[in-house]
Every structure is written in C-alpha cells, then in structure tokens.
C-alpha cells in the first residue's frame, strides 16, 4: 500500500501544478486603480480583458519558493518565536503541572471543557482572524486533550477549527466581513444580528459535530494519571501567570493598538526569557530550549512560506482574474437564490488557489457587487456567500499554510484530517448555503 504524500509533498505538487495552469488557463486581467482612502489596488469592474503574456517557465517556478518563503518572513519569525518560547515553558514543567491541574479539578465535566475553549477560538477568530497564532498554542491543547482522553483530531477542532468557523461567520472580522463590506460600500457592522444568529445556530451545530465525534472516539488516559491529585507550586503558579498576562496583553495589543506579527513576535519572545529565567533554566538552559523549539518548528514555518509561492506563479502567470471571471461571470444568468449558493461555492473554490481571503475580498467584491445588482441580489447577501464560502475553506484546503503547520505539529496526515474534516465542513457550508437563502427571501 503506498503511503499518501506528506505536507511538503503536496504543497511542491501545487506549486508545480500552479505553473502548469498559466500554459492552460488563458490570461487576462481586470484594471485596477489606486484607492486614495487606503492605497490599495482596486479592481475595476467589468473591465477584464484577455492579454497576451507569456506563461511562468521552470526558473520562475523555483524562484517562487523562496520568494514566497521571504514574502512571509513576519510570519515565519512569530512562529519561530512563539515555537521557542512554548518549548522553553514545557521545560520548566509548568505548563504538564498546569494541565494536569486543570483536567483533575474538571474530572467528569470534560465536554464542559470543550465548549469552553471551543467558545474562546470562536471569539478569537470572529474578533481578529486568529489562525497563525494557534500553531503556538497547538502543543498545550494537544497535552490538553490527550490527558482528557481525546485524540489529536478534537484537540484542533476545538481550536484551530473553531477559530475558522468564528473568523467564517463573525459580523466584525476586520480581515473578511468588514473589508468585503468596505469594497461594497455597505456601512461598517451592517447585518451585525443576523449574522450573530447565524454564527451562534453554526456554533451549536458545530459543537455536536466534535463532541459526538470526541465521545465515539476517546483514547485512553494512562493509568498513573488517574490516581494522581495535582498541585500548583509557587513557582508554576507565577509561570502560568506570565502566560496568562502574555495573552492578555496580545489580545489588548490586537484589538487596541493595532499589533502586528512583530509586536507578537516580541512580546512572546521575551516571555519565554522570563518563565525560563523563573522557571530554573538559566540562561543557557533558556537558550538551548530555544534553539529545541526553533527545530520542532521549522518545517511548519516552511509550509507557511511555500503556501505563498502558489500565489506568487498565478499572478505572474496573469491567471488569477482570469479565474475570478470564468467562476462568477456566469452568476447573472440564474435565478436569485440559485445564484447566491453559486456564488458561496464559488468563492470556496477561488480560495483554493487564492488562500488569503482578505486578498479574495479586495479582488472579488468590487467585480461581485455590480453583479450582484445586476440578478437582483443584495450586496449583504453578495459579502455573506463570500465570507462563508471562502473562510469556511480553511479549514480543508491545502493551500492554507496555517492548517498545514497546525497539522504538521499535531502529526497528523493530510488525508486523514481531510477524511476527518470534510463531513463537519460540509455540513456547516449546507448550512451556511441555508442561511444565504434565508438572506434573499429575508431581503437582507
């Protein structure tokens, strides 16, 4: 039986795959001009044309790894430095006391923890995006999970899958809802309630997915820890609460002050100096769990960068805009609900090879928001086949380097988190295609 191929096996086969579709799709690309509000590139619409441009050769695909490795270089540091500094918190014994502690005082009410740190990812992604970040937090909910009796499968459900379905349905994601709502022109937290109802109708079902997955399919708690009644020492006690003031003040640094990848980058970093200096490690203990860290990370950081190299070839390639008008240029021939789950799948399948939905919100909605008059559709209707449709993908798309990492930390395979994830996805995109119907008949 020949074993599937791992995540840096599939993300080359993509990238070589990008290259071959710029000598089959035929080139074209819409015109765009310069926002004076932001500065950014906008398209215009019903401007595309075909172009003549040559095609992306076998040294301009190569190039594209690296380029696409430094094109994420902000990225790659948080990872490198939050993956350290996690490392050096597992050294100290703190964060295994910790868990271990929680899990004692939880004994029985394990689907309560569940919810809990499901409910914490859901606001996470629904308040700013959160995905990248959860590669560092992977390791403890792993441990977290596994002491619990869960497998590794639930352990990124809870989070990373949650954090998606908050980013996916949220009426204040600034990287999704909120930009796709600038390009449409529509007021900032318009349809804030409906799309509260609807996240909070997808939460629950959500949540009966995972646990109902979660209690067919527990793994068994070593015996040594069910005897064991866990306590916190001083010293754990202040590590943990060096870890929860990080936090606290990322979350500030997020919502407040606008912090970016280096800010985080930062602030992690110098935490993992601190718990290690407390923790006992020294300087050069610190040091050396560091340097640990950085090695049970990077290929994580790689897939992060080789998922940007897919980009990089379609745009050189002038193919992107040229998918953009074969998916959705043949909407405005269907009647109005028909075209609305259309335009979600659409926008599903676009993120495939268009993996930054806020990219995908700046290229699609000013060509869909015309349209979308066009069949009679509202342009809240237009921004909620998008923002569930092409978040939701993150979830399952290869593409998506944060998954890719998360996974590769986790150890488990792409195909069997695909076997995994792909009737819960499914069942949320019904949904969510339920919810855009309800939208047309609702004129929302």
């Known amino acids: 039986m020949r074993k599937f191929p791992n995540a840096l096996?599939?993300?080359?086969?993509?990238?070589?795959?990008?290259?071959?579709?710029?000598?089959?799709?035929?080139?074209?690309?819409?015109?765009?001009?310069?926002?004076?509000?932001?500065?950014?590139?906008?398209?215009?619409?019903?401007s595309y044309k075909s172009i003549d441009a040559p095609s992306v050769s076998i040294?301009?695909?190569?190039?594209?790894?690296?380029?696409?490795?430094?094109?994420?270089?902000?990225?790659?540091?948080l990872i490198f430095l939050i993956g350290g500094s996690f490392f050096v918190l597992e050294k100290t014994g703190a964060l295994n006391n910790g868990v271990e502690y929680l899990v004692d005082v939880l004994r029985g009410k394990e689907e309560v923890v569940l919810v809990l740190v499901s409910l914490v990812f859901l606001a996470g992604g629904a308040l700013s995006g959160l995905q990248e970040e959860i590669i560092a937090m992977t390791p403890v909910l792993l441990f977290l999970c596994h002491r619990m009796g869960y497998d590794s499968f639930v352990a990124i459900a809870i989070s990373y899958g949650s954090a998606v379905l908050g980013a996916s349905f949220s009426p204040i994601n600034p990287f999704a809802v909120v930009i796709a709502q600038k390009e449409t022109n529509l007021e900032f937290l318009s349809g804030s309630t409906y799309r509260l109802v609807v996240m909070g109708?997808?939460?629950?079902?959500w949540m009966?997915?995972?646990?109902?997955?979660?209690n067919k399919n527990r793994i068994v708690k070593s015996a040594e820890f069910s005897e064991i009644k866990t306590r916190l020492s001083l010293k754990t006690t202040a590590i943990l609460g060096i870890v929860a003031t990080t936090f606290f003040v990322l979350i500030i640094g997020i919502l407040q002050y606008n912090w970016g990848f280096n800010e985080m980058s930062a602030?992690?970093?110098?935490?993992?100096?601190?718990?290690?200096?407390?923790g006992g490690l020294g300087i050069n203990g610190t040091a050396e769990a560091y340097i640990e860290g950085f090695k049970a990370v990077t290929f994580a950081t790689i897939i992060i960068g080789l998922s940007s190299s897919i980009s990089i070839i379609l745009e050189k390639g002038f193919i992107i805009d040229s998918i953009i008008y074969g998916l959705f240029t043949p909407l405005q021939y269907l009647p109005k609900s028909i075209s609305a789950i259309a335009m979600l799948y659409s926008q599903a399948l676009l993120?495939?090879?268009?993996?930054?939905?806020?990219?995908?919100?700046?290229?699609?909605?000013?060509?869909?928001a015309p349209l979308s008059d066009l069949i009679g559709l509202s342009r809240q209707v237009c921004v909620l086949a998008y923002q569930y449709g092409a978040v939701m993908m993150d979830m399952i798309i290869p593409t998506n380097g944060g998954l890719m990492a998360v996974l590769a930390i986790a150890g488990i395979p792409f195909n069997k988190w695909f076997s995994f994830i792909f009737k819960l996805c499914l069942t949320i995109l019904l949904f969510a295609s339920l919810a855009v119907v309800v939208a047309v008949y609702l004129q929302f």
């Open 59 to 77: 040294a301009e695909t190569f190039m594209a790894i690296p380029q696409g490795i430094i094109n994420r270089a902000d990225v790659i540091a």
């Open 201 to 205: 109708l997808a939460f629950v079902i």
């Open 351 to 368: 993120h495939i090879v268009v993996p930054s939905y806020s990219g995908q919100a700046i290229l699609t909605m000013p060509i869909l």
């Open 267 to 278: 602030e992690f970093f110098a935490m993992g100096i601190l718990i290690g200096i407390i």
């Open 208 to 214: 009966w997915l995972v646990i109902r997955y979660a």
């Open 9 to 46: 096996v599939i993300m080359i086969s993509i990238i070589f795959l990008a290259a071959i579709f710029t000598y089959i799709i035929p080139q074209g690309k819409y015109e765009r001009v310069l926002s004076p509000d932001t500065g950014e590139m906008l398209v215009v619409p019903h």
